[in-house]
Nanobody
């Protein structure tokens, strides 16, 4: 069993920054891709950022240039640096990870961390 634990959420004013962390623990063979999703009230969960094990990244246009995903493979940890935050970034942010077999979807999910951006 693999567990993902997010940290770093909180309340910030518009224009501010937050850094989220997500650490994987447990019976880890290998963690391939990792990613961050978010879900706002009444909306579907959406991808915020993804990173392969080798470091290739992917962002939707809504966060490109403001958010940066990175990872430390030795620590099985992924980070999300969020700058120039907007009220519309308010959501629960979830960490996701891909296990030993790539390209079959996300195998593991975190419990989520709340990010609230005030105007």
């Amino acid at each position: 069993q693999v567990h993902l634990v997010e940290s770093g959420g909180g309340l910030v004013q518009a224009g501010g920054s937050l850094r989220l962390s997500c650490a994987a623990s447990g019976s880890i063979v290998i963690i391939n891709a990792m990613g961050w999703y978010r879900q706002a009230p009444g909306k579907e969960r959406e991808l915020v950022a993804a990173i392969t094990r080798s470091g290739s990244t992917n962002y939707p246009d809504s966060v490109k240039g403001r958010f940066t995903i990175s990872r430390d493979n030795a620590k099985n940890t992924v980070y999300l640096q969020m700058n120039s935050l907007k009220p519309e970034d308010t959501a629960v942010y979830y960490c996701a990870a891909e296990g030993p077999v790539p390209n079959l979807g996300w195998d593991y999910w975190g419990q989520g961390t709340q990010v609230t951006v005030s105007s």
